[in-house]
């Protein structure tokens, strides 16, 4: 039987809105990330789901268990699913970081494309296998998604658009097989929590 994974990147965070890079660095969700995660929660009220997993980094975690709401259910924190490591760069403005580099593939220490895939799929995998037949909710980040989906749909991250804060992206594990539904929606939160 299938399994169903909902993918939500987290809410806004203060370094979202000044563009910076935030990579591993633990940064909570601002008054808009909050609201977007309110939001999401409502959106989602009816929708079934077996367990919640989440990256460590507060901005995940928070947004995972804004979303769970009252529900009682098994909470899975797992490092697989955290961001994409930026090295000496976080915190740098992403136009900054795009001026003394000509990719971020070539700052020293930056954990590449293909690692981010590799414990993505092994996370997520392990997440299909446990709740086989059922659904979870996962919320992670936004480049740690781009590396996930850009494996399942064949291209490279960079070709993969990046994802607005609370968008939601459906896909399903079925017979060794990963199928992406939906991808990259917010159309679930009002016009002024769009970010």
Not at 70 to 97: C, M, N, Q, Y
Not at 122 to 131: I, T, V
Request: with cysteine.
């Amino acid at each position: 039987m299938p399994t169903d994974l909902v993918i939500v990147r987290h809410g806004q965070t203060d370094w979202n809105l000044e563009h910076r890079i935030q990579g591993s660095t633990d940064i909570p969700l601002n008054e808009t990330g909050l609201a977007q995660a309110t939001h999401t929660r409502d959106a989602l009220a009816n929708a079934h789901f077996d367990a919640v997993a989440s990256s460590h980094l507060q901005r995940a975690s928070v947004t995972a268990t804004t979303i769970a709401g009252d529900r009682t259910l098994p909470i899975v924190v797992d490092r697989r699913l955290t961001e994409r490591s930026f090295a000496h760069v976080e915190g740098w403005k992403v136009a900054d970081v795009k001026a003394a580099f000509p990719s971020f593939d070539d700052i020293a220490g930056v954990e590449p494309w293909s690692a981010v895939t590799a414990r993505m799929l092994e996370g997520l995998l392990a997440l299909a296998d446990a709740y086989e037949g059922g659904r979870v909710l996962v919320v992670t980040h936004g480049s740690a998604i781009r590396a996930f989906v850009a494996s399942v749909q064949g291209i490279g991250p960079r070709d993969v658009q990046s994802l607005w804060n609370c968008s939601i992206s459906q896909v399903r594990h079925e017979r060794g097989t990963w199928v992406l539904d939906a991808f990259n929606d917010n159309s679930h939160l009002p016009d002024q929590l769009r970010s």
